[in-house]
């Protein structure tokens, strides 16, 4: 009892800890330490004033602070946190309506390509509303299409840019009407750079020439209205009222234009921005948080502390556990050799994946500077120095210029997609600036911070390689910076060549997770085999010294049953079985797709499966009379020969849906004959000692084998590809075959089973005496409302988890890791999660199960993230933990069972459940492949609970025995 509640803290404790660190980790963004009062304003990019509050976007370009503009109080920040139905991840732009209501100009990146366009609407307390215009791209487009945005009268007014077009789209908000004006206008999409609508109406348009044109929507004519002077360089455009304020790059000023005059005047200058902004940048002051950030974040540091002390405590409890408990020798020296070889491994590892990164660095920084060098060369000095002003954007050396660039770093290439080129110029008049971007986002000028300043003024007089890193407006980068050589030596421009700070860290990462899963990975297997190895030698070895010690001692006893051969064959069969589960459903659903196209995903993928796990159930009605006919090895060799040739069949049709269902049919008969013929054996053994004994092995093997054949599939899937899995699984299942053939002479049985009357054979598997029993009220609403509700949602594990891992692009190895975490709760926390939720819940512990798997549901529908899927792992596992047990002990205390016979009842409790397992990937897919995940997930949890009403209700009247009470 003692080491029950032991096992039912460190569950707990283990519970508390998964929760406060799922929370802790959605929470991670109110994480600050020391706190403080303010929230540091971060690379400020636009900022727009109402009556009372003050919009600013930054941090690059990902958050949007709203304050309050009296107190500086924030009133809430965007893009909420939480799960929310869309969400922004890089504004290019924000307007702000008369009821406070914030439209943001989506325009997120996938490496150096826009991957989405759209624009998104938010109330005056920071909820999501609506998104419109929402546009993905599949063709490249590398920088952004959407310029205009603009809000009246329930009216979003925005502008497209095509090739050779400008488009000017009117759309109503409440019916999502649109109008569309086009303009023709040359080489649109590299040339143009903003566009705004003042207020009474008109369109304005600028180029990175520095012009500014007028859009007649009566005419659908374009009029210059405005070129920069030489000292100018116009960068962003907005209205005010009648007229347009552009930001001066050259003088650092915010100007005003007055179209119908073309004058200037200067608003204010040094205003540190490259955007038109209504006062400097630099005078901003961080805004102060409000009272509920000041709770999260203490509600936060307060989940922190009690993790850790839980981690703590749990840990402790683990150690003191380890070396009290009286294991089984073979566990405990299998444990000792994991502990051994993981100490050196990690010791080793940290010291390498150091020096790894370290090397991928530089590796990755000389393969860039010898782009850089590469354009650098194709670049003539002249062409530097004729770019002298905005104008010369259009000109034919420029034009040249690009063209150079592209030949070298060929944007439409996927290796050159995190991939950035940059030109900069430095002279004593305007300092170190942009001259060019590869993808042609600005003009002739771009200003340089402070220490990019310094850097270039260094190569221009040094010739000096630089490697450095920045942060701006819309990234963190890596660079490596070469110069552009004259003739004689001297420098007359750089060529940047850089990648983003979080692209170069997720490659080195990615590496580093890899070779340290596969360390792990490496570990378990060792684990797994060495616990095979030494659980054979010391069964044998124990065997042995029993028989010698009978001799000796003159003791005649019958010949000591090895049950280590039962172990090697059952290990074999399962690890066969399982090498493929890792990543089988993506198989059938690439083939469902091929067949019967859109129409193959969901349902028509997840049936293969479904019949499969059927089928394996159904032999167990047919095993029994099949071995009384023709023995245990011609059965094995069968169901052995079925399963080779169902995999071969995948492997030679992996595309034919028709094919793969048919394999996937016979592979279920295959299965469920070995399988079931394997658990039959074993109960046909007479000795109660030997069967015992038996069924140890069996149930050891088996969850052994299962752990092993995943693992080693998905290794072997991530090196050799997944398509030549399957010729692998058809020679171990030969080998299985061989195995059994080799040993059954060792087992001492005969070829057929246990001998029993035809007559009691007849009346006991007799189809009317089980279909009377399952006629019982109690028998099959147990099956119906409570087995088999609870038996499918191993799907979610088995079936939805490897799709979700494709789609995610996890490894099959970590799929195999986490199905493993999911099988260690039955096996370390079974007994005494079992006997605690018996205990504890009384005639209701059948539906505990049932309510931790509805919550898991839930959970991971409404979080929809990695974290989300870990806490249903979780969960699921503590209910896998003691479901099962605890239905088989209350199905097994049922007087119906007991006159039914209790070995008969608890056969169709198995064969129900495999049935109940089948409907598992049909539901599953009926759920998380839907298009409102969340809302299908409700239904089915809804649907758990009125089942788990119902057989409260359809046995609350029963006065036999239920749940052993």
Not at 897 to 924: E, H, L, R, W, Y
Request: charge should be neutral.
């Amino acid at each position: 009892m003692v080491n029950d509640k032991k096992t039912i803290i460190n569950v707990v404790l283990a519970l508390a800890a998964v929760c406060l660190g799922s929370l802790c980790f959605i929470f991670r963004a109110e994480f600050e330490f020391p706190p403080k009062d303010t929230v540091d304003i971060d690379s400020p990019y636009i900022l727009r004033d109402t009556a009372s509050s003050r919009y600013i976007l930054d941090k690059q370009r990902t958050r949007i602070l709203v304050c309050n503009r009296r107190s500086n109080e924030i009133k809430y920040i965007l893009p909420p946190s939480g799960q929310q139905p869309d969400c922004f991840y890089y504004a290019d732009d924000f307007q702000v309506d008369e009821n406070g209501f914030v439209y943001v100009k989506e325009g997120s990146w996938d490496g150096n390509r826009i991957a989405r366009e759209a624009i998104l609407v938010y109330d005056n307390k920071g909820n999501y509303l609506a998104t419109y215009y929402d546009t993905s791209y599949s063709e490249i487009v590398n920088k952004h299409k959407v310029m205009l945005l603009s809000i009246k009268n329930g009216t979003i007014k925005f502008g497209v840019k095509e090739k050779n077009w400008v488009n000017v789209i009117d759309l109503d908000m409440k019916t999502r009407e649109q109008k569309k004006m086009s303009f023709a206008f040359e080489n649109a999409f590299d040339f143009v750079n903003d566009m705004t609508a003042t207020e009474d109406g008109k369109i304005y348009l600028l180029d990175k020439s520095g012009r500014i044109f007028e859009l007649d929507p009566q005419g659908l004519k374009v009029s210059l209205v405005y070129t920069a002077k030489d000292d100018e360089f116009p960068n962003w455009i907005e209205p005010s009222f009648e007229k347009v304020l552009f930001a001066d790059l050259y003088s650092d000023s915010v100007k005003e234009l007055n179209p119908k005059t073309g004058k200037t005047i200067t608003l204010f200058e040094h205003s540190g921005a490259v955007t038109v902004t209504r006062f400097p940048f630099w005078t901003l002051k961080s805004p102060v948080k409000n009272n509920t950030m000041f709770r999260n974040q203490i509600l936060y540091l307060v989940a922190l502390f009690f993790l850790i002390v839980s981690l703590i405590i749990l840990l402790i409890n683990i150690v003191i556990a380890f070396f009290k408990n009286t294991k089984h020798m073979i566990q405990r020296i299998s444990v000792y050799i994991v502990i051994i070889v993981m100490t050196v491994s990690l010791t080793i590892t940290f010291r390498l994946t150091g020096e790894f990164s370290k090397v991928m660095r530089e590796q990755i920084l000389a393969q860039m500077e010898n782009l850089a060098y590469s354009v650098a060369n194709t670049i003539r000095p002249s062409t530097l120095d004729s770019i002298d002003s905005a104008a010369d954007f259009a000109s034919p050396e420029y034009r040249e210029m690009i063209s150079s660039m592209e030949s070298i770093i060929d944007p439409s290439l996927d290796v050159n997609r995190n991939i950035y080129c940059d030109i900069f110029k430095y002279d004593e008049k305007h300092g170190a600036y942009a001259c060019a971007y590869l993808d042609q986002a600005i003009g002739t000028f771009f200003p340089l911070t402070e220490g990019e300043t310094k850097e270039i003024k260094e190569i221009y007089e040094t010739g000096q390689t630089v490697h450095s890193s920045k942060d701006d407006t819309s990234a963190s980068y890596t660079y490596v910076s070469v110069p552009v050589l004259r003739d004689n030596g001297k420098v007359c421009g750089v060529v940047s060549v850089m990648t983003e700070n979080f692209m170069l860290t997720e490659k080195i990462n990615s590496m580093k997770k890899s070779v340290l899963l596969g360390i792990v990975v490496t570990l378990i297997f060792v684990w797994l085999l060495i616990g095979e190895l030494i659980s054979y030698i010391l069964a044998k070895s124990q065997a042995q010294l029993e028989m010698e010690k009978n001799a000796a001692e003159g003791v005649v006893k019958e010949k000591v049953f090895p049950h280590y051969y039962i172990r090697i064959m059952v290990f074999v069969l399962f690890a066969a079985y399982n090498m493929t589960t890792t990543f089988l459903p993506m198989v059938i659903t690439k083939g469902a797709l091929e067949s019967l196209g859109q129409g193959g995903e969901g349902l028509a993928a997840a049936l293969p499966i479904s019949v499969n796990l059927f089928i394996i159930g159904l032999m167990a009605l047919f095993c029994e009379k099949l071995i009384s006919r023709i023995g245990f090895k011609k059965i094995i060799i069968i169901g052995a020969s079925l399963s080779a040739i169902s995999n071969l069949i995948v492997f030679a049709f992996p595309l034919s849906y028709f094919l793969l269902f048919f394999a996937l049919v016979i592979d279920g008969i295959g299965v469920g004959l070995t399988t079931n013929s394997m658990y039959l054996m074993v109960s046909q053994i007479e000795n109660p000692r030997n069967r015992t004994s038996g069924y140890a092995a069996y149930n050891a093997a088996q969850i052994s084998g299962i752990n092993f054949g995943m693992l080693f599939g998905a290794a072997l899937a991530s090196s050799i590809g997944r398509h030549m899995i399957f010729p692998l699984v058809t020679a171990m299942w030969i080998l299985s075959a061989v195995i059994f053939v080799f040993l059954w002479k060792s087992l001492g049985f005969a070829n057929s089973s246990k001998k029993e009357s035809s007559e009691v054979k007849e009346v006991r598997n007799s189809p009317k005496r089980i279909l009377k029993f399952l006629s019982h009220r109690r028998i099959w609403s147990f099956i119906l409302l409570v087995q088999i509700p609870f038996a499918l949602m191993g799907s979610f594990i088995y079936y939805y988890l490897p799709i979700y891992s494709d789609l995610s692009g996890m490894s099959e190895i970590l799929v195999a890791v986490l199905m493993m975490l999911y099988s260690m709760f039955a096996i370390y926390l079974g007994n005494g999660l079992t006997k605690f939720i018996m205990e504890k819940t009384g005639p209701f512990n059948l539906y505990a199960s049932i309510i931790l798997c509805a919550a898991a549901i839930l959970i991971y529908a409404l979080m929809g993230n990695f974290s989300g899927l870990l806490i249903a792992i979780f969960i699921l596992g503590l209910a896998n933990g003691f479901g099962r047990s605890v239905q088989q002990s209350n199905f097994s205390m049922l007087d119906e069972c007991g006159d039914f016979g209790i070995p008969d009842a608890m056969g169709i409790f198995n064969f129900t459940d495999f049935i109940g397992q089948s409907f598992g990937p049909a539901v599953m897919a009926l759920i998380f492949l839907s298009k409102q995940i969340f809302a299908s997930a409700l239904v089915f949890a809804i649907i758990l609970g009125a089942f788990y009403i119902i057989h409260v209700i359809i046995n609350s009247t029963s006065k036999r025995t239920f749940g052993g009470n």
